[in-house]
């Protein structure tokens, strides 16, 4: 009886520090006190080449401005929206955020993001300097959640050595690509008859995000839709959806993209594949390796209509109840700022998001960029809807089993369609 | 007196136990609480939590990906504890021999456990992928032109996992073996040389025997250690090919961290304590009994 009670006791005691913990640990952001200086915190999810660009554009933002003050954190990204949701439940949250489109939605519906638009017109931010498309991905109810930075799209690369010897690149130094699917697909026939059995006609990441990126560019072609108009049902397993999955199907039977390809961006490095679809973030990496001579291209249209895949990043104002609205005018003069000198942004091959960026001469001198920068007027973004995390993930998944060979195209469409549905109804 | 005094030195005791208490208490037991409170509401960081009653652990039950998760570790423990345990003798018999040079064979073979999981999986990543790997360039070179997916084949993924565990974990049961073999008398075995038992039948009659208890414990730890398998497949094969090697624990972080359905991601975690618990109590059966035989 007598340990009991000391166990009690110390049950008691514990009480007592957890609620010593919950009450008031402060938040990350401070309004400087005595100075006129507005501190902020800003987090986002970069790694490698990119946290390096946007940690360069924080100083050089640091540095012009008296006012505001930036404090850059990276966070990993496998654990990065984790810790902004668990940020904003504890108050701990930071000022402003990077959040991908894709999420915003379920952001959004969880109560973690705010609406912009008192802010940003407080902060005269003014949503037609950026690019229509882009801004749109942002957006719920016609309210806008994200400043986007940029977009960060599907695209092709494609040897210039390789296809020369292939016969398929003209006088400029572009690909000759015949109308359609079947001129991609003969394209990719005569790179595979010129080379030995070590080159890859199309080298792409045989499972994860490539199979389901490559699958909704050659959909959106076709016109095709992710979900029904109020994304409560699975629209996607139809006559346009199988087409698309049975041509990629088609790609991998014919030898012309080999099955399970665990890191084509390193095939495509290598000097090693013909054609290669890959992230517009590979751009920067790429022309790294001199003894590689490409040319960046927007991913092929093969269908009816001009499409590709994309996200982008956009900054978020994730809920802060200590955060004053002076603190999110100056988070929004930031975000703006950033977005208007993203120049440095597009060096990791990134497509800016205002305009007035992508027509500078800066950004026109920048090899390779331009080349491609068009899509940003087609990307076909990801439905908003607040399971697509979720989703994304299962298509990933499944389109992953199909380029293996483990299910046909049909199967696979039927699987999706119900386990979506189920996503969507739980 | 005396019992004023005992108390005392109770007191004293619950004092030096305190702060592994509090931090037990914090750590452990209030989220294993916590996560039985979860499993039975619509969960979600940042929303308000609806109590749903048993509707998270229906959603489980008739959720296919669970079904798959759940018999994917169970292939896991029957294929990784035989093999670890195996291995793990054989290779503490060979470092306990009279040869020389045990000593860096021993640190050689326990090395691997102390690299992180990421560097582990780089490096058998490296050995395993297709086209450019280790294991297919050698293989080329030597003429098989066949290629063969270690990574992206459901079978073979297997493999690698268990052939990139077995490296990096082996050496700690070797260890444990190790000790075992350490207290088995000598004179045993000089007793056996006497009687003219060759080699093998002083294994059979001697060492199994003696090493009884500690190949329950080895069998125990190895079983409730390859039921929590998360990482090595996370990193070498994504849980791939598509949901083929994705293991318990994955799906459930998966679900929980990704998807964000905290509440059936902690029914599923219940399901996985639960076979947990089944076999540390199991454990507890086996050793209580074994001291009683010693008495």
Redesign the interface.
């Known amino acids: 009886m007598?340990?009991v009670s000391?166990f009690t006791l110390?049950?008691l005691?514990?009480l007592f520090?957890?609620a010593g913990c919950s009450s008031d640990a402060g938040s990350g952001s401070t309004s400087g006190g005595e100075s006129n200086t507005t501190k902020l915190t800003f987090w986002a999810p970069f790694s490698g080449g990119d946290a390096d660009f946007m940690k360069a554009m924080v100083d050089d933002f640091n540095e012009q401005h008296e006012d505001i003050e930036v404090d850059y954190l990276t966070v990993t990204f496998d654990?990065y929206y984790?810790k902004l949701?668990?940020s904003?439940?504890s108050n701990q949250a930071p000022d402003i955020a990077i959040a991908h489109s894709s999420r915003i939605a379920?952001l959004q519906s969880?109560?973690?993001i705010e609406s912009l638009d008192s802010p940003a017109s407080k902060a005269n931010l003014d949503w037609s300097t950026y690019n229509e498309n882009v801004v749109n991905s942002a957006m719920v109810d016609n309210q806008h959640y994200g400043v986007p930075l940029d977009t960060h799209a599907e695209i092709m690369f494609v040897n210039k050595m390789l296809l020369d010897k292939a016969g398929v690149l003209n006088e400029e130094g572009l690909p000759v690509l015949g109308e359609g699917a079947e001129g991609f697909t003969e394209f990719l026939t005569q790179i595979k008859k010129s080379s030995g059995k070590e080159i890859f006609p199309l080298s792409s990441t045989?499972?994860?995000n490539q199979p389901r990126w490559i699958w909704w560019s050659l959909y959106s072609q076709l016109g095709g839709e992710l979900l029904n108009e109020d994304g409560t049902k699975a629209a996607f397993n139809n006559e346009k959806g199988l087409q698309a999955l049975e041509y990629m199907g088609g790609l991998i039977d014919q030898g012309l993209w080999?099955?399970?390809?665990?890191?084509g961006g390193?095939?495509f490095l290598?000097n090693r594949a013909g054609a290669h679809f890959n992230g517009v973030w590979m751009t920067g990496a790429i022309e790294q390796n001199e003894a590689l001579d490409f040319v960046a291209l927007p991913f092929p249209q093969l269908f009816d209509e001009p499409a590709t895949w994309g996200d982008s990043h956009t900054f978020a104002l994730p809920v802060n109840e200590k955060q004053t609205e002076e603190e999110k005018v100056a988070a929004l003069k930031f975000a703006d700022w950033i977005a208007e000198h993203a120049i440095t942004w597009a060096e990791a091959g990134h497509i800016p998001s205002k305009t007035a960026v992508i027509e500078s001469k800066e950004f026109q001198a920048l090899p390779y960029r331009k080349d491609y920068a068009e899509i940003i007027d087609y990307v076909s973004f990801m439905p908003p809807s607040k399971?697509m995390?979720?989703i994304n993930?299962l298509l990933g998944?499944?389109l992953?089993?199909f380029t293996?060979g483990?299910t046909s195209a049909q199967e696979t469409l039927d699987i999706l369609e119900k386990e979506v549905n189920k996503?969507i109804a739980? | 007196m005396k019992k004023w005094i005992g108390k005392s030195e109770n007191l004293a005791a619950y004092l030096f136990l305190a702060p592994f208490l509090i931090i037990y208490a914090l750590f452990m037991v209030y989220p294993i609480i916590r996560g039985f409170f979860i499993s039975f509401h619509t969960y979600q960081v940042g929303v308000e939590p609806i109590f749903t009653g048993l509707e998270n652990y229906k959603t489980m039950i008739e959720d296919a990906y669970f079904w798959e998760a759940l018999g994917n570790t169970l292939y896991f423990v029957v294929i990784s504890t035989p093999v670890l345990i195996a291995i793990g003798l054989l290779m503490a018999l060979l470092v306990n021999s009279k040869l020389k040079g045990t000593t860096f064979v021993r640190a050689t073979f326990f090395l691997p456990f102390i690299l992180s999981i990421s560097v582990m999986a780089s490096v058998w990543v490296f050995i395993f992928q297709p086209y450019t790997g280790l294991l297919t360039s050698i293989l080329l070179s030597i003429g098989v032109e066949q290629d063969i997916f270690w990574l992206t084949d459901d079978v073979l993924a297997w493999m690698a996992i268990l052939v990139a565990t077995v490296w990096w974990t082996v050496g700690f049961n070797m260890i444990l073996f190790l000790a075992g073999l350490q207290e088995i008398p000598r004179e045993q075995y000089e007793a056996a040389e006497i009687d003219g038992a060759g080699p093998f039948r002083t294994f059979i009659s001697i060492t199994l025997p003696s090493l009884k208890s500690i190949i329950v414990l080895i069998v125990i730890l190895q079983t409730i250690n390859s039921f929590k398998l998360f990482g090595q497949p996370y990193l070498m094969t994504g849980g791939g090919p598509g949901t083929s090697t994705r293991p318990l624990v994955q799906y459930i972080y998966e679900k929980g961290f990704i998807e964000q359905q905290m509440g059936v991601a902690s029914s599923m975690s219940y399901v996985l304590f639960f076979i947990t618990i089944i076999f540390a109590f199991l454990q507890f059966k086996f050793f209580s009994r074994r001291n009683e035989e010693d008495k």
């Open positions: 007598r340990n000391v110390m049950l005691s514990l520090l957890v654990e984790t949701r668990t904003v439940t379920e969880a109560n973690l045989s499972a994860g080999p099955k399970n390809i665990q890191d390193e095939l290598a399971d995390t979720a993930d998944d499944q992953s089993v293996n483990g996503i739980n």
